[in-house]
């Protein structure tokens, strides 16, 4: 899929990279230029050596995905907090709506998740039951042979995991 020119309304996700640690920043600032985005979060709990404390942090550390015409790109590249888009082959990379929209799902349903590089073996699957339903991801076994989801954004390499319950059913597709 080619990027579109300028003066294009066609509307794609792109993988943006920020600078270090100003996710939020980039995310404010993107909020204040009208441009729509995603922010995939979590929810830790952070030790202190006096106290414990639940702080909100980026999945995906230094990026934020915009979906937005080239011209909403160009404009969000103009933000402080923004360092640049990601590219492939010399083009501004789109990230498909599908990967974007798995990740919300699964975003949704568990802040228990942890981000690996991208996993290279594995069987495509959707999961039809549970509370993952319709989410597409690779399944894989860990080493206690519990099940585990891996949603992949591609172009980042980088594949976010959750433990899928015994209970919920999968197909390959």
């Known amino acids: 899929m080619q990027p579109n020119t300028a003066g294009s309304t066609i509307k794609h996700w792109y993988a943006l990279y920020t600078k270090p640690r100003h996710e939020f920043k980039a995310e404010q600032q993107l909020k204040a230029n009208g441009i729509e985005f995603y922010l995939p979060t979590v929810v830790r709990i952070k030790q202190w050596s006096d106290r414990k404390k639940k702080v909100k942090e980026p999945l995906l550390k230094s990026y934020i995905f915009v979906y ?19 590219f492939f082959s010399g083009k501004p990379a789109i990230v498909p709506d599908w990967q974007i929209e798995n990740l919300r799902k699964m975003l949704e349903k568990s802040s228990d998740v942890t981000v690996t590089d991208q996993l290279k073996v594995g069987i495509p699957v959707k999961i039809i039951s549970g509370p993952f339903k319709d989410i597409e991801g690779i399944v894989y076994e860990t080493v206690n042979r519990e099940k585990m989801l891996a949603i992949t954004i591609d172009l980042l390499r980088r594949s976010v995991i ?4 015994r ?6 597709i």
Do not use: C, F, H
Request: net charge positive; hydrophobic share 40%.
């Open 68 to 86: 937005g015409n080239e011209k909403e790109r160009l404009i969000a590249l103009e933000q402080y907090a923004i360092v640049r888009t990601i």
């Open 162 to 165: 959750v433990q899928i319950p």
């Open 167 to 172: 209970d919920s059913l999968i197909k390959k």
